[in-house]
């Protein structure tokens, strides 16, 4: 038994005393709510730590801005995940309210003097990401002995789903400058990358590696840390990722073949870990023709449904024997950008009043709603049910 909260993008929680069900179905009956339900599935991200941990040759922090929820931060840790990659004084903060002995990273590239402060000192921030001569300064002015600095390298633009080559990023031969300069003032010496998020191309990491390998010999000082960043993809319909081993195989392998093997390797993974994690009910409130008018859209939850065109698994909460018909979304604002092209397919009859479950809403769902147009209101509940979509390297290992 649970309890349910229902609260806006912008608002603190608010709490009912009722006792829920823990499966999706009865909940949704009980409640036959008009606002978007977030069903959180706990068990399912512990397992997924406890899988990624388990596979990976190396260090895990979770990249909290793919879903900072409280709740799941705890089934994190539970899972065994003890390293936080935070971007903001703000996910610092969060973070050590809730786990005193947390390693915390600071892994944006650029930072505000205040938030370096504030992590340096009152938070036992010690490893800071940088990509410019101007952030490397900062830190120094901002930090002391002991310090971590990890220069953070671009990438060429890959085969990720979200292409993360653009914004962050030292290029090689600066990069290479910015380790020579920095080795005499870190405690730990570091490079890092991101291949793009949702990559699912195991050989876009060895290619990363082989990469930050070149500028590493090339820079001629001793490096400690290698971090291999997020990406690492999950199931949607119609795509299948080769298994997270496949991914940590590729990885081991490159470490191995650029003699890499004396650093401390980490990971950085967000949606790895946290996608299978939660779904959300929403309720259809208008059927025209093939087109769904629901109460979650791309201010909401589904900002991935709309210009990104990313696909979820969906289920009709109700019995129906109708031949499936591929549906769009339309959300709840008054901007026709709010459209989710899908195709989503739902059985022939679906109607006014029915409620569908949105799968794989963990990562980049909750943490990206806005209080647009007023539709901000939205439940959070856990269950114990199985995740929509399972990714192959994460099948649950242990009973929820
Ligand atoms: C967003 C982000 C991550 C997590 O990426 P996923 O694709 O969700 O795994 C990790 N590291 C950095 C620096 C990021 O910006």
Redesign the pocket.
């Given at each position: 038994m649970t309890d349910i909260r229902f609260r806006g993008a912008v608002s603190g929680p608010r709490r009912t005393a009722e006792k829920l069900p823990r499966s999706v179905d009865a909940l949704i009956a009980r409640l036959r709510p008009e606002e978007p339900v977030h069903c959180l599935r706990p068990a399912v991200m512990e397992n997924a730590a406890r899988s990624f941990l388990a596979a990976f040759p190396g260090e895990t922090?979770y990249?909290v801005?793919?879903n900072p929820e409280p709740a799941v931060l705890r089934a994190l840790w539970r899972g065994g995940v003890r390293r936080f990659?935070c971007?903001s004084i703000g996910e610092v903060r969060l973070v050590r309210s809730m786990f005193a002995d947390a390693a915390i990273h600071f892994?944006?590239p650029v930072k505000p003097r205040g938030a370096i402060r504030e992590a340096w000192q009152r938070h036992g921030v010690r490893d800071f990401?940088l990509d410019s001569a101007e952030e490397l300064a900062k830190l120094l002015e901002e930090t002391g002995e002991g310090r971590g600095l990890v220069v953070?390298l671009a990438l060429p633009k890959g085969g990720?789903m979200?292409d993360?080559s653009g914004k962050?990023g030292a290029q090689p031969a600066n990069a290479v400058a910015l380790l020579r300069t920095a080795r005499p003032h870190a405690a730990m010496l570091g490079v890092?990358f991101?291949v793009?998020?949702?990559?699912l191309e195991p050989a876009a990491y060895a290619r990363a590696i082989a990469l930050a390998a070149s500028v590493i010999r090339e820079a001629g000082v001793a490096v400690d840390l290698l971090d291999v960043?997020?990406?690492?993809p999950v199931a949607y319909p119609d795509i299948v990722p080769a298994p997270l081993a496949d991914f940590c195989g590729a990885i081991a392998d490159a470490v191995k073949a650029n003699r890499l093997q004396g650093l401390a390797l980490w990971a950085?993974?967000?949606?790895?870990l946290v996608a299978a994690g939660t779904s959300v009910v929403l309720q259809v409130q208008h059927r025209r023709g093939l087109e769904l008018f629901v109460n979650d859209g791309v201010y909401g939850a589904l900002s991935d449904a709309g210009a990104p065109g990313f696909r979820f698994p969906v289920r009709l909460l109700r019995d129906s024997s109708a031949t499936e018909l591929p549906f769009a979304f339309f959300g709840p604002t008054c901007d026709s950008a709010d459209r989710m092209a899908g195709p989503f397919l739902l059985p022939a009859d679906v109607a006014e009043g029915d409620w569908i479950e949105v799968g794989q809403l963990g990562?980049?769902g909750a943490s990206l709603r806005t209080a647009f147009n007023g539709f901000d209101k939205a439940g959070i509940v856990e269950v114990a049910d199985a995740p929509l979509l399972m990714t192959p390297g994460y099948e649950m290992t242990k009973a929820a």
């Open positions: 922090l990249a801005k793919c990659d971007a892994m944006h990401v953070r990720a979200y993360l962050f890092s991101h793009g998020s949702q990559c960043g997020g990406g690492f950085e993974p967000g949606r790895a990562a980049y």
